[in-house]
């Protein structure tokens, strides 16, 4: 990054604060900084074909335009740089509006409390990666229905699976199964560009019954392979809709040679099912055939207590939103012991997603929860990868359990 060559705008209200940050940014070695009081002479600047500023430092109470309306007009400008929030707000607010401006594609670096310090802003513009032009707005096109159903029937899909391990002792107690889209251009596609399609269209029958297949098949062979894995796949609450779903599940399960208590269902409920006689037959049947059931995504949507209150699962999973970063935010700690102890008390097992790094880790570690899922133990993975992963893992585990002691 060259420092003189970056345009940076601040924009607050305050004199002394816009001083006291142009002068900040000037002792780190940016140059070309320029000063503005209110909204609307910022926006000048953004609009200054040559002179676009590459980052914005923002004062989120100003008395004219505030923040949050300054931002709805960066993206009517098409505005491609970068943000920093500074206010006096408290977390929590300034917290919401760091989320509003990610929803609007803006990339945010973070956000400064007043009093600023020189220390904290010089670790924000570290983290600063300067978007590529043009590529921050550019959303690609959605698939189309006949793609995607072509891919179901031509063998497209590829599961991956991600290890569920308990936290108390390392034990991979299973996997969970990813599906992706193996694309002939595009490579590897995510679940999210194409399952809310299939659901629309009537397709996600037939992915359930592809996905499902080959997960039981390689629960199957992994057993022979002498690695007694309990495999979860995800279901669609759309899945629930033909009442002869159980017994599909249980003929692959039987085809397979897999016991239902080695199978996970989860659930996740992405929309509002009015009629829910269907759905609760469905899962009634399914847990007196012995197959498990998980409440996915806990907390989020429809993924809610009305749901644990009515449906017989025996498996909680706390969002990732919830579970990444708990360890050093009261609200998001306040929400997953409060899940944890929900999910303990309906004597259900609970699994943290969304573990990312070593702190999420070992604060985990310090709670009741019992099994832990996310980037920290593995990216979900071909098949094939796993046998290598395990043993990579054990040795991880007696790493981290020998610093523990020492
Ligand atoms: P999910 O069931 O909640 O799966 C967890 C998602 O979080 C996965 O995304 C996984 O790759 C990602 N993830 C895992 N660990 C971490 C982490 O530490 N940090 C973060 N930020 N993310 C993590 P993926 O594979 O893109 O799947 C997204 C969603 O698509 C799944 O959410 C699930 O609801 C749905 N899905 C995936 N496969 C299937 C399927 O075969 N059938 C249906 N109906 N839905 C599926
Ligand atoms: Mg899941
Ligand atoms: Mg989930």
Same mark, same amino acid.
């Given at each position: 990054? &060259?420092?003189?060559?970056?345009?940076?705008?601040?924009?607050?209200?305050?004199?002394?604060?816009?001083?006291?940050?142009?002068?900040?940014?000037?002792?780190?070695?940016?140059?070309? @900084?320029?000063?503005?009081?209110?909204?609307?002479?910022?926006?000048?600047?953004?609009?200054?074909?040559?002179?676009?500023? *590459?980052?914005?430092?923002?004062?989120?109470?100003?008395?004219?335009?505030?923040?949050?309306?300054?931002?709805? /007009?960066? @993206? #009517?400008?098409? &505005?491609?740089?970068?943000?920093?929030?500074?206010?006096?707000?408290? /977390?929590?607010?300034?917290?919401?509006?760091?989320?509003?401006?990610?929803?609007?594609?803006?990339?945010?670096?973070?956000?400064?409390?007043?009093?600023?310090?020189?220390?904290?802003?010089?670790? +924000?513009?570290?983290?600063?990666?300067?978007?590529? #032009?043009?590529?921050?707005?550019?959303?690609?096109?959605? &698939?189309?229905?006949? %793609?995607?159903?072509?891919?179901?029937?031509?063998?497209?899909?590829?599961?991956?699976?991600?290890?569920?391990?308990?936290?108390?002792? *390392?034990?991979?107690?299973?996997? %969970?199964?990813?599906?992706?889209?193996?694309?002939?251009?595009?490579?590897?596609?995510?679940?999210?560009?194409?399952?809310?399609?299939? %659901?629309?269209?009537?397709?996600?029958?037939?992915?359930?019954?592809?996905?499902?297949?080959?997960?039981?098949? #390689?629960?199957?062979?992994?057993?022979?392979?002498?690695?007694?894995?309990?495999?979860?796949?995800?279901?669609?609450?759309?899945?629930?809709?033909?009442? =002869?779903?159980?017994?599909?599940?249980?003929?692959?399960?039987?085809?397979?040679?897999?016991?239902?208590?080695?199978?996970?269902? /989860?659930?996740?409920?992405?929309?509002?099912?009015?009629?829910?006689?269907?759905?609760?037959?469905? +899962?009634?049947?399914?847990?007196?055939?012995?197959?498990?059931?998980?409440?996915?995504?806990?907390?989020?949507?429809?993924?809610?207590?009305?749901?644990?209150?009515?449906?017989?699962? *025996?498996? +909680?999973?706390? =969002?990732?939103?919830?579970?990444?970063?708990?360890?050093?935010?009261?609200?998001?700690?306040?929400?997953?012991?409060?899940?944890?102890?929900?999910?303990?008390?309906?004597?259900? /097992?609970?699994?943290?997603?969304?573990?990312?790094?070593?702190?999420?880790?070992?604060?985990?570690?310090?709670?009741?929860?019992?099994?832990?899922? *996310?980037?920290?133990?593995?990216?979900?993975?071909?098949?094939?990868?796993?046998?290598?992963?395990?043993?990579?893992?054990?040795?991880?585990?007696?790493?981290?359990?020998? %610093?523990?002691?020492?």
């Amino acid at each position: 990054m &060259y420092k003189s060559t970056i345009r940076i705008l601040v924009l607050d209200d305050e004199a002394f604060m816009l001083k006291l940050l142009a002068q900040m940014l000037a002792t780190l070695g940016f140059t070309q @900084v320029t000063t503005c009081d209110n909204g609307s002479e910022a926006l000048k600047w953004v609009d200054a074909y040559a002179n676009v500023p *590459g980052l914005i430092v923002m004062d989120l109470n100003m008395p004219k335009m505030d923040g949050v309306e300054f931002v709805r /007009e960066l @993206v #009517q400008h098409e &505005y491609e740089g970068s943000l920093i929030l500074v206010s006096g707000e408290d /977390e929590r607010v300034l917290q919401t509006a760091e989320k509003l401006i990610r929803a609007h594609q803006i990339s945010v670096l973070g956000h400064l409390r007043k009093p600023v310090t020189p220390e904290r802003l010089m670790a +924000l513009l570290a983290t600063w990666v300067l978007p590529q #032009q043009g590529t921050l707005l550019k959303l690609r096109q959605p &698939y189309r229905v006949d %793609e995607v159903r072509a891919a179901i029937q031509n063998g497209e899909l590829v599961n991956y699976y991600q290890p569920k391990v308990a936290l108390a002792t *390392g034990r991979v107690a299973g996997v %969970e199964t990813l599906v992706r889209w193996q694309h002939p251009e595009n490579g590897i596609v995510l679940p999210d560009q194409f399952i809310g399609i299939a %659901e629309e269209h009537g397709l996600i029958n037939e992915l359930t019954h592809v996905v499902l297949a080959s997960a039981l098949f #390689q629960a199957k062979h992994w057993q022979q392979t002498g690695l007694a894995l309990v495999v979860a796949v995800n279901i669609s609450m759309d899945d629930l809709t033909f009442l =002869d779903f159980p017994d599909f599940v249980a003929q692959l399960a039987a085809s397979a040679n897999v016991a239902p208590e080695h199978v996970v269902l /989860e659930v996740t409920e992405s929309r509002l099912v009015r009629d829910q006689r269907v759905p609760l037959d469905i +899962l009634t049947r399914l847990r007196l055939k012995r197959f498990q059931l998980s409440i996915d995504d806990f907390g989020t949507g429809h993924s809610s207590l009305a749901q644990l209150r009515d449906m017989p699962f *025996g498996e +909680l999973k706390i =969002d990732q939103s919830f579970v990444h970063g708990a360890w050093k935010n009261e609200t998001l700690r306040a929400m997953v012991d409060a899940s944890l102890g929900l999910g303990k008390q309906l004597g259900m /097992e609970v699994v943290a997603e969304g573990v990312e790094d070593l702190d999420d880790w070992n604060f985990l570690r310090r709670t009741r929860c019992d099994l832990a899922q *996310g980037y920290f133990i593995a990216r979900p993975m071909p098949a094939a990868d796993l046998p290598v992963w395990m043993e990579s893992w054990r040795e991880r585990m007696q790493r981290l359990q020998a %610093e523990t002691l020492s």
